[in-house]
């Protein structure tokens, strides 16, 4: 691919990172997902401009401010494991405080990260990225559609979401790469509009 092919693609998926700002955090994520199946799991973090963001934002952020492929790979693996952490929470139907609030927030810092293109001390990313995963963890679980009773069900559940989670750190990344190479401007603008997007979802 051409530097020209790439500027494009990059452009292509800033704008369909940014598209659908109408949607707001969670509602309507329950109608979206119909019983508990690894397909269910799979569709649940797409179904929401909040999560699908936060996810694809921590891989741009990895791959903006990493010097190896395995730095890059340092602040996904925190989200992913945090982030079962939470769904845990959320599955044994513990309280977890402000996490609508926390998800908003989320999608404000990261965007912030990506937008001032922040390079970090590793543990430091880790802990933002796996900081905010609990909260956007703690929602999966907690949304388990009520037909989950059985464990086998619920499991098929959870591995879904993981798989399409890392999957839009994977995305991220690519992304990140390219925005870094060929388009770093684009980069603080999907940034800033990330970040304008978990200010909406605040005083929405």
């Known amino acids: 691919m051409n530097r020209s092919n790439r500027s494009r693609a990059a452009m292509a998926g800033v704008s369909l990172a940014l598209a659908s700002t109408a949607v707001m955090a969670h509602p309507g994520h329950d109608a979206a997902t119909v019983g508990a199946s690894l397909w269910a ?4 973090p797409f179904t929401g401009m909040d999560h699908l963001l936060a996810m694809a934002g921590v891989g741009v952020w ?3 401010g990493a010097n190896s492929p395995r730095e890059t790979l340092r602040m996904p693996f925190a989200f992913v494991a945090l982030m079962l952490a939470g769904a845990a929470l959320g599955l ?3 309280a977890l405080p402000l996490v609508e609030p926390m998800i908003a927030a989320s999608l404000v810092a990261i965007g912030l990260l990506v ?3 922040a ?6 990313g880790m802990a933002i990225a796996g900081g905010f995963a609990v909260f956007h963890g703690y929602a999966h679980g907690a949304e388990l559609p009520a037909t989950a009773g059985a464990l086998p069900a619920a499991l098929a559940y959870v591995g879904g979401f993981t798989v399409a989670t890392m999957a839009l750190h994977l ?3 690519g992304l990140g790469a390219a925005l870094r190479r060929q388009a770093g401007w684009l980069a603080r603008v999907a940034g800033a509009g990330v970040a304008l997007y978990g200010v909406g979802l605040m005083v929405a």
């Open 92 to 94: 044994c139907g513990l």
């Open 115 to 117: 937008a001032l293109r």
């Open 119 to 124: 390079r970090l001390p590793a543990w430091a």
């Open 171 to 173: 995305s991220g990344i």
């Open 62 to 64: 990895s791959a903006l």
């Open 41 to 44: 799991g799979l569709l649940h």
